[in-house]
């Protein structure tokens, strides 16, 4: 088996993660990162934090010692913080896991028939602060053996790189302007619900438009 530059330690243990709910179960239960920067999944193991984007790598990472390609997703938004999700398949359908720091923008099952389909499962829970409804576009798949030269998965280095990559590249649009326009706020309690538990440094601050 190929350990992808981690130590022993650090396999042993991604090992024991033996399915994508095994992933997210470590992600909900280490501490959100609000500081800048972009860590590797093994700084992320040996700290125990992540914010959205390196959470998304390190299931990615774990994923890719599981047998799974090492595939995010990066999800744009209005007004509100970008989203990128680990994606996995099993039996043909799509399933994600993601670290967030709102309630429900983190595990899908896999039962997505559809890259769509599943980027559409976050679109009502994804709310800024203000309860609008911010979700825009999505990208392709990006397969992040694409950065092995770089050591992604285990290097001391800043991986805001990837990042930039993401920016980079296209995004489907999954709204026209006029659905936009039409979208309704959601209620008090819901946005309440949404954010329960965030680390507040971590969240991002929205223009109020109205």
Not at 52 to 78: W, Y
Not at 114 to 126: A, K, N, P, Q, T
Not at 167 to 196: A, P, W, Y
Request: hydrophobic share 35%; glycine share 6%.
């Amino acid at each position: 088996m190929k350990d992808y530059g981690f130590e022993r330690k650090h396999l042993t243990f991604l090992r024991r993660l033996r399915k994508p709910h095994d992933i997210q179960i470590f992600l909900d239960g280490i501490k959100y990162k609000s500081e800048p920067g972009t860590i590797s999944p093994r700084l992320v193991l040996e700290r125990s934090e992540a914010n959205c984007f390196e959470g998304a790598l390190f299931a990615a990472a774990t994923l890719r010692v599981l047998g799974h390609r090492p595939l995010i997703v990066d999800m744009i938004a209005e007004n509100d913080d970008d989203h990128v999700i680990a994606l996995f398949k099993e039996d043909g359908c799509y399933g994600a896991v993601a670290k967030s720091n709102t309630t429900m923008l983190r595990y899908r099952e896999p039962v997505y028939r559809s890259l769509r389909e599943l980027v559409m499962s976050y679109f009502d829970f994804y709310v800024n602060v203000l309860g609008e409804k911010t979700l825009r576009s999505y990208s392709k798949p990006t397969d992040l053996s694409k950065f092995d030269e770089q050591k992604w998965m285990t290097t001391e280095e800043n991986l805001d790189f990837i990042g930039d990559y993401l920016n980079e590249v296209s995004h489907t649009k999954i709204l026209s302007q006029r659905q936009i326009r039409t979208l309704s706020m959601v209620d008090k309690g819901f946005v309440k619900l949404c954010f329960s538990g965030a680390v507040e440094d971590g969240l991002y601050k929205p223009k109020n438009n109205g």
